[in-house]
């Protein structure tokens, strides 16, 4: 009798260990030394002096070189990716250098990337530094506000990809530096102008949110953003989700799409999720220290079909107790009818 109450108790837990624990991991890879570093040569049309970027006052046509350093600390050669990177906002609201060629936003006047040619690659020998120029061409039209990229710099081969990570790690760490670039006619302030464009569901490596895709259509930079954002049925004012964050920035010319989680990764939020149907996410931005306000809104659809999708992606682990209890109360049933069997064969 004792054996078989052993064996009933031993597959109860392995089936609910089965669903408490989830076998994916994430590991960071261990970082490597960073043995280089950038350092600019400030020209004399400089606007800042006190600032370790490029903000630079320019005149319609003008041409010039600009200058910086990429310093090898290492004791052999290495070679270094450049690329300069029109300015972006991401989902934190960080304006975001690092990705080139980004399809631009349909109001932008003139992309940054296309007035600038460079050497895409650069070697450095060990323990030296090599000065790398970059030629600029202003727009020859007028324009007001900022042109604002970045200057990436990152080492080749920071990886190698040959070499087999430890069983879980998925992440390997690359590093790079970034020169800010900014271009400007004048200093005169351009009235700030924010548009809602749409909304949508989406989900990133099982967090599932709600995004709010806002367009800054005029070039300036845009400090010290807020958002407070809700989420409602239509025609309801019940508030389903909310969100609000702080000291944000968005990038010139840029769309930053705000996420408003519907779920948690982990925990028993997890399987949140929204039912198919007809929604409302209101918006109050705050920009400037609350100088320039706008409360913003945007109906949009949830439907069976991206419901289905989404939770092929993320299964929905809602029934995972019951599934446990039914298998539970299976054994329970087998168990009985051994023990009867037992004790019947016993006599």
Do not use: C
């Not at 920071?158 to 271009?183: A, C, E, M, S, W």
């Amino acid at each position: 009798m004792k054996k078989y109450l052993t064996i009933f108790l031993t597959l109860i837990a392995s089936i609910i260990l089965v669903f408490v624990f989830d076998n994916r991991t994430v590991e960071a890879a261990t970082p490597n030394g960073v043995n280089y570093s950038i350092s600019p040569e400030l020209p004399s049309n400089q606007i800042s002096k006190n600032i370790g970027y490029y903000d630079l006052k320019v005149t319609p046509g003008q041409s010039e070189t600009i200058k910086f350093k990429i310093n090898n600390t290492d004791t052999k050669e290495h070679s270094y990716k450049v690329s300069v990177n029109r300015a972006a906002t991401d989902i934190n609201g960080v304006i975001d250098y690092n990705d080139h060629g980004i399809a631009p936003d349909s109001d932008l006047q003139y992309n940054i990337e296309k007035l600038v040619t460079y050497p895409k690659e650069v070697t450095v020998a060990a323990n030296s530094s090599k000065e790398v120029s970059i030629k600029l061409d202003a727009p020859k039209g007028d324009f007001s506000g900022e042109l604002l990229g970045g200057i990436f710099v990152q080492e080749n081969n920071q990886i190698n990809n040959d070499k087999k990570l430890p069983k879980g790690v998925t992440l390997r760490n690359q590093y790079n530096y970034v020169l800010g670039l900014q271009l400007q006619q004048n200093t005169d302030a351009v009235k700030p102008d924010l548009k809602f464009v749409k909304v949508f569901e989406t989900d990133n490596n099982g967090q599932i949110s709600v995004d709010g895709e806002m367009d800054n259509d005029v070039p300036t930079l845009e400090n010290k953003v807020s958002v407070d954002a809700k989420v409602t049925a239509q025609n309801s004012s019940k508030i389903i989700l909310k969100s609000d964050k702080k000291a944000m920035s968005m990038a010139p010319n840029s769309d930053f799409y705000y996420p408003v989680n519907v779920n948690t990764v982990t925990g028993p939020s997890k399987n949140k999720r929204l039912k198919p149907g007809k929604y409302t996410m209101y918006l109050s931005v705050k920009a400037n220290n609350g100088k320039n306000h706008w409360n913003l809104k945007r109906n949009f659809v949830v439907t069976k079909k991206q419901m289905a999708k989404i939770n092929h992606k993320n299964p929905d682990r809602a029934m995972d107790l019951w599934i446990i209890l039914g298998a539970i109360l299976a054994l329970v049933v087998i168990a009985g009818f051994v023990i009867k069997h037992y004790r019947k064969n016993s006599r």
